[in-house]
């Protein structure tokens, strides 16, 4: 979701007439609903992929309102994934009692449960006690097994992606982000993280819009499923870190901090906390193994969303500067892959001064 409440003026007319319709519906259902026909639309601020919107109804009892979310499907994200394949695994999800239920489907949406959970904040990715939460319902949601293929579907997208990013680019946007030679890191990265890893139910965008808590009983609920799939868990953590140097609910919400990239102690304690959240405890070797993937499957995570942002340009009409981020994604790559991949690093100064990023 990666949203938040924006309380502006009732955008009821942002709704399709086919929602409407199955609102109402719902609502109807409802005996302490004062009028079906009558809802309030607000806008859920830092999505980036899709349009959300909290829907409210007034009850008979002052006070009490019922309430569900519209996601209404960006336009051309299609690119990234399959639509129908994500709502199969938004029902299993839901079925394990890990999301909320779908309410009802229209041709650009669908309608879910509103949870009644707090969004975290990018400041909550930091908290010690909040983090340690995060582990152990990663390493829950790792476990599902969802029905259908479990292979690894990184290097395909990858490459898929940048097939996309290449066909939508200009020739002056595909030089400043050296797609040409794109190809040739994946495979590197492929090759270099090739060998045996754990391969779990990722969620690829575990962020902290994606994210929500139960103050009380202290639960947490991932959500949005769109980029799920099958991958090493090194990859899911590795982007879960690389999402703490993000804040989305600024007025720049694609810059991102580099500096709030978790330290080693940070990023230690974490994996530990992955490691032992069923019972288990994990040798210190394992634990060392996993850190070390991790680090590198950080290349695969800047690539991934390097790309998805320039794709993003292209097809997707919400308010964010996608290849400012796309930039910063890429130059972290350059940046780290040296010191991550050894021998097998490019030169720093041969590619900062091939590629300025500036597009």
């Not at 994604?329 to 021998?343: D, H, V």
Request: charged share 25%; proline share 4%; with cysteine.
């Amino acid at each position: 979701m990666g949203a938040v409440e924006n309380p502006v003026d009732n955008k009821e007319y942002r709704i399709p007439g086919e929602a409407k319709e199955i609102l109402k519906s719902l609502a109807s259902k409802w005996e302490d609903v004062a009028d079906a026909s009558s809802l309030q639309v607000i806008p859920l601020k830092g999505a980036m992929t899709n349009e959300v919107f909290q829907i409210k109804w007034l009850t008979k009892t002052e006070n009490v309102s019922h309430k569900v979310l519209v996601r209404i499907y960006g336009e051309g994200v299609e690119v990234f994934f399959d639509r129908e394949n994500e709502i199969h695994t938004f029902e299993f999800i839901s079925k394990q009692g890990q999301g909320p239920r779908l309410l009802g489907r229209f041709s650009n949406g669908r309608i879910e449960e509103f949870i009644h959970a707090r969004t975290l904040s990018a400041s909550d990715l930091r908290d010690p006690d909040m983090s340690a939460l995060i582990a152990a319902k990663m390493k829950e949601f790792h476990g599902l097994e969802v029905p259908g293929p479990n292979n690894i579907s990184l290097w395909d997208r990858l490459r898929n992606w940048l097939k996309t990013a290449k066909r939508l680019s200009t020739p002056e946007e595909a030089k400043a982000f050296r797609l040409d030679s794109i190809e040739e890191e994946i495979s590197l990265l492929e090759k270099e993280l090739s060998g045996d890893q754990s391969i779990g139910f990722c969620h690829n965008d575990l962020q902290y819009g994606n994210i929500m808590i139960d103050e009380e009983t202290r639960a947490m609920t991932i959500i949005d499923y769109e980029y799920a799939s099958y991958n090493p868990i090194a990859f899911d953590i590795a982007n879960h870190f690389c999402e703490m140097t993000a804040d989305y609910h600024t007025d720049t919400p694609h810059i991102l901090d580099y500096s709030k990239y978790p330290g080693l102690e940070e990023r230690q304690r974490f994996i530990r906390i992955y490691l032992s959240s069923l019972g288990g405890q994990p040798s210190d070797n394992e634990a060392e193994q996993l850190l070390e993937n991790v680090e590198k499957y950080k290349l695969a995570s800047h690539l991934f969303w390097g790309l998805w942002g320039i794709i993003s340009e292209h097809v997707n009409e919400i308010d964010f500067d996608y290849m400012e981020y796309a930039r910063q994604r890429f130059e972290q790559y350059w940046l780290r892959k040296p010191a991550l991949l050894g021998s097998l690093g490019t030169n720093l100064d041969v590619v900062l001064a091939d590629g300025n990023y500036s597009v």
